[in-house]
């Protein structure tokens, strides 16, 4: 058995992973092609890999590395919890010091009205979990009729069964029968994508209100609750204009239907603020908290819930859901050493007062670029839109080529970038300084003008 990373060597390991591992959203055959990238290390905003190359992660490991890798604090924190009680449930009338202390903290974070939590391991167990919420809560209130969720094309909420299916990739959806029945979809408010000779702002009313007509063509008595990711990540980070959400307020309330605002990208300084739902102004029933919540260090998720649902749920006798998991003590210390962290080091404030505007301005300058129709972006998640005609706002046809062209690209030559479609995604770790991204849009550049030749090649 070749197990010590120190013996095995690139080649053996990528044999090894040939062999036995499945990875997740991966097709295989062109992954073993190529074999696998190994990562063995990390220390502030770069990644090291099995050959020693250097590459600086512009998509903070997969949106959630919020402070960095490297900090001995969460290490510590979890060595110290794991010491003391390394698991114990939440369930039989039982909780421990850190679950407690941190449902306190979200409390205290998260905007005003959301005063309880239920914890899980990840981000779509946490939806799974909203899900289950919100049909209890309307049959609680003798309602049950009212269970459809309505959600958004390109959204992203999970894998499993009901979180994919409040999701809106049609390829997931298309290998597993879904959406189930009860998950409806309306169009995003992807303007660079749809909005045609829209204005922005008039894009972002007809956007919402096509929520109206959904809650209406399926009438206010079926519809349970909308969810959206204040700005939409693995969709394209795609930021709605500022007429959306304000509009999609009024409609929910309008018509009694619970809106869920899925954090898990946004939430922990993504944008600069703490949550993306004080960015927009949303007041939701619902957050969906995971990633960020210990940048990664350990899998966690959390549910805040609203008042109005946290009551009726507490008056309506057991309800019939938990993991094994939820409340994990190590994984809410660790959390609650990351929060620390980012409170007390200031790092949303500098994210939203000085990197976040650097990373933007200089991104911006981009779009001088032949390959670049838009770049977009808030706080410090940004989007570059690769396309066939700046001036038309043509895509290349067949989509998604040229992406991957320049993912690849990206990784050959030291950095990390995400691509959906042809959209080049970024989400780097907080703590990113002015010089880390300076060589983070260096570096970018020199991708975007490798993959033009390619482009030009063809
Ligand atoms: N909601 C949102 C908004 C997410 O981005 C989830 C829920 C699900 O979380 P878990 O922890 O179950 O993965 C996510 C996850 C990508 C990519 O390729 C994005 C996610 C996960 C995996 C890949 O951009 N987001």
Redo the contacts with the bound molecule.
């Keep these: 058995m070749l197990t010590s990373p120190v013996r095995n060597s690139t080649a053996e390991w990528q044999a090894l992973d040939r062999a036995h591992h499945l990875h997740?959203?991966t097709d295989s055959t062109a992954l073993n092609r190529e074999g696998v990238r190994i990562i063995t290390k990390a220390e502030g905003v770069h990644l090291w890999d099995s050959e020693g190359r250097r590459l600086i992660d512009g998509m903070a490991g997969?949106?959630c590395v919020n402070v960095g890798y490297g900090r001995k604090e969460l290490a510590e924190a979890a060595y110290r919890q794991m010491v003391e009680l390394p698991y114990y449930n939440t369930f039989f009338k039982t909780a421990t010091p850190p679950s407690i202390e941190l449902s306190r903290l979200l409390v205290e974070l998260t905007p005003e009205g959301l005063n309880h939590v239920f914890y899980a391991g990840?981000?779509?167990?946490?939806?799974d979990t909203i899900v289950r919420m919100v049909r209890h809560f309307w049959n609680l209130m003798g309602r049950p009729s009212k269970k459809t969720i309505i959600s958004r094309t390109l959204g992203?909420?999970?894998?499993?069964m009901a979180?994919a299916s409040l999701g809106g990739m049609p390829a997931m959806h298309a290998q597993a029968d879904l959406p189930l029945p009860g998950f409806v979809h309306i169009m995003p408010p992807y303007w660079y994508g749809l909005g045609g000779d829209m204005e922005p702002e008039d894009f972002g009313l007809l956007a919402a209100r096509k929520l109206e007509e959904k809650i209406l063509e399926l009438g206010p008595e079926q519809v349970a609750a909308f969810i959206a990711?204040p700005v939409m990540?693995?969709g394209g980070v795609i930021i709605p204009p500022q007429s959306y959400f304000p509009e999609i307020q009024r409609i929910c309330r309008q018509y009694d239907v619970l809106l869920i605002a899925?954090e898990?990208?946004c939430g922990f300084g993504r944008t600069g603020r703490w949550f993306g739902s004080e960015h927009f102004d949303i007041r939701p029933d619902f957050m969906?908290l995971?990633?960020g919540i210990t940048s990664g260090y350990l899998?966690l998720?959390a549910v805040m819930v609203g008042d109005r649902v946290a009551e009726a749920l507490m008056s309506g006798g057991e309800f019939a859901h938990g993991f094994t998991y939820s409340g994990h003590p190590v994984a809410c210390a660790v959390a609650l050493e990351n929060i620390r962290i980012l409170k007390e080091e200031g790092i949303i404030a500098r994210v939203a007062a000085e990197t976040g505007p650097y990373l933007q301005n200089r991104l911006r300058e981009l779009e001088d670029h032949p390959l670049v129709g838009e770049v977009r972006g808030v706080g410090f998640i940004a989007a570059i839109e690769l396309v066939k005609d700046k001036k038309r706002r043509e895509f290349f046809d067949p989509i998604g080529e040229v992406g991957l062209i320049c993912r690849d690209h990206c990784f050959a030559n030291g950095v990390v970038m995400?691509a959906?479609r042809d959209t080049m995604?970024l989400s780097p770790p907080l703590i990113m300084s002015r010089g880390e991204i300076d060589e983070l849009v260096e570096a970018a550049k020199k991708c975007l003008d490798l993959t033009a030749r390619d482009v030009a090649r063809r």
């Design positions: 997740p959203f997969l949106w990840s981000g779509s167990e946490a939806n992203y909420h999970g894998s499993t979180s990711e990540g693995a899925d898990v990208i969906t995971a990633k899998p998720s995400r959906t995604l």
